[in-house]
């Protein structure tokens, strides 16, 4: 029997962990968005730089991050521009952009 499809095992016993608040993050105009995972390929840098920083930050191993395009953005830029959103409800409570950078 295939392992294919299979979750690799935890290399430490499983832990719950207390959610002090909901991390569901939504992408309110989900088209042409993307979801990756970075791998351990060529070093790759979030399109956007954190204010106060005058460099583009590493996207790191294991890191979630979505691309539109050629743009890959690290979750919390991709949230700081509007991209995502944690409100559940954005489809009823009409979420707009600050602005939208890549266009
Ligand atoms: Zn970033």
């Given at each position: 029997m295939s392992d294919a499809g299979k979750p690799p095992e935890l290399q430490t016993p499983m832990v719950l962990k207390d959610l002090a608040e909901d991390l569901r993050l939504y992408?309110?105009?989900?088209?042409?968005w993307e979801v990756h995972i970075q791998d351990n390929g060529p070093r790759e840098y979030c399109h956007h730089k954190t204010p106060g920083q005058d460099y583009f930050h590493l996207l790191l191993p294991g890191e979630i991050y979505v691309q539109f395009g050629t743009a890959k953005l690290c979750l919390n830029c991709a949230y700081r521009f509007g991209?995502?959103?944690?409100?559940?409800l954005h489809w009823q409570n009409g979420v707009r952009r600050q602005r939208d950078p890549l266009v």
């Open positions: 992408l309110p105009y989900p088209q042409n991209h995502l959103t944690d409100d559940r």
